[in-house]
């Protein structure tokens, strides 16, 4: 953690209301706001990609609840924030778990953007099966044995 302006790369943590929600900057010209903590990986020890998908995990985020104080809403301090715990592998493994999940994310995605156009059809055909049962395009009769 340290101040600066934030650079492409960079991860930002929110800090409260929501805890623990973690994003990567994808262009500098940003503002930011309160309860959000900008990160700058040391380059030599961790990548960016490694430490937003650490803040991004079960892992990352049960370290930041353990650390967290309040009882309306939760949050974490900055003197706190620093003693969170993190595993950090050598930097090639860092780049292929990155890389890994950034994988898994692109299927994801694409089955997400099949199963939203499946539900698409699937409304176009609820629309249209009224009518076409009433012009007698289709038999909705039941056969009776």
Do not use: C, W
């Not at 623990?20 to 900008?38: D, M, T």
């Not at 104080?69 to 715990?85: D, E, N, Q, R």
């Amino acid at each position: 953690m340290v101040r600066g302006l934030p650079e492409v790369g960079d991860v930002l943590v929110t800090t409260e209301a929501p805890l623990g929600e973690s994003a990567q900057i994808q262009e500098s010209n940003i503002a930011l706001a309160q309860r959000i903590i900008l990160l700058k990986a040391d380059k030599a020890k961790v990548t960016s990609d490694y430490l937003k998908y650490h803040f991004a995990s079960n892992l990352g985020k049960s370290e930041l609840l353990s650390k967290a104080t309040g009882s309306t809403a939760l949050g974490i301090k900055a003197s706190h924030f620093k003693a969170t715990l993190m595993t950090i592998p050598p930097i090639n493994e860092q780049k292929r778990i990155a890389h890994h999940v950034d994988g898994a994310i692109e299927k994801i995605d694409v089955l997400i953007a099949k199963i939203r156009e499946g539900i698409d059809r699937l409304k176009e055909f609820r629309t249209a099966l009224p009518s076409s049962a009433v012009t007698g395009k289709i038999d909705v009769r039941e056969e009776m044995a």
